[in-house]
T-cell receptor, first 120, second 114 residues
Framework: DGGITQSPKYLFRKEGQNVTLSCEQN?????MYWYRQDPGQGLRLIYY???????QKGDIAEGYSVSREKKESFPLTVTSAQKNPTAFYLCASSRRPTGSDRKVYNQPQHFGDGTRLSIL | ELKVEQNPLFLSMQEGKNYTIYCNYSTTSDRLYWYRQDPGKSLESLFVLLSNGAVKQEGRLMASLDTKARLSTLHITAAVHDLSATYFC??????????????FGKGTKLSVKP
């Protein structure tokens, strides 16, 4: 079955440590996204990528970094510069949103099951 | 800048009752999505609304879109406990313009009680 796999499900970070959250998809989607969700809040965009080897900052990119070396994978690193990392992190993917096919453009994003990050 | 507001943010309903969740957005858009999230879980796509006057129904949920008023509604008919979840609306930029990113509302936490 096609889908998005995020790992680990739970992650603990020590002060000063960088941690990496994994996101893999086998939906053959070009675009991938990372969101942060805080309790009682909506989703805020951290980074997104529309094609391999290209990514853009979202609304809250400070303290985070990403890479997109393969179409299937979009890992997120939470660096020590992110002073308040405790949150639920969701990865999503979609078909390429700026394609010439409007039906593709309108497709909803598909989400993984999330990673819950806490500070030790 | 596109902003999305949902109300109410919390909704406690009795089983069998009807209610409506509202989603207002600040600039023109031709794409609006409704998602459902169960506690600690991922987001599940419910509806995709793409044109003025669009109406979609699935079971006890019906979503509509008024692009002139920049308003979408999610109507719940004869609520049952299984509908308890948080519901998000998300709005995208216009075709040919934005990069396809979505702006999410804060969500409406629905609790259906017997």
């Amino acid at each position: 079955d096609g889908g998005i796999t995020q790992s680990p499900k739970y992650l603990f970070r020590k002060e000063g440590q960088n941690v990496t959250l994994s996101c893999e998809q086998n939906l053959n989607h070009d675009a991938m996204y990372w969101y942060r969700q805080d309790p009682g809040q909506g989703l805020r965009l951290i980074y997104y990528s529309q094609i391999v080897n290209d990514f853009q900052k979202g609304d809250i990119a400070e303290g985070y970094s990403v890479s997109r070396e393969k179409k299937e994978s979009f890992p997120l690193t939470v660096t020590s510069a992110q002073k308040n990392p405790t949150a639920f992190y969701l990865c999503a993917s979609s078909r390429r949103p700026t394609g010439s096919d409007r039906k593709v453009y309108n497709q909803p994003q598909h989400f993984g099951d999330g990673t819950r990050l806490s500070i030790l | 800048e596109l902003k999305v507001e949902q109300n109410p943010l919390f909704l406690s309903m009795q089983e069998g009752k009807n209610y409506t969740i509202y989603c207002n957005y600040s600039t023109t858009s031709d794409r609006l999505y409704w998602y459902r999230q169960d506690p600690g879980k991922s987001l599940e796509s419910l509806f995709v609304l793409l044109s003025n006057g669009a109406v979609k129904q699935e079971g006890r949920l019906m979503a509509s879109l008024d692009t002139k008023a920049r308003l979408s509604t999610l109507h719940i008919t004869a609520a049952v406990h299984d509908l308890s979840a948080t519901y998000f609306c998300a709005v995208g930029g216009n075709y040919g313009g934005s990069q396809g990113n979505l702006i999410f509302g804060k969500g409406t936490k629905l609790s259906v009680k017997p």
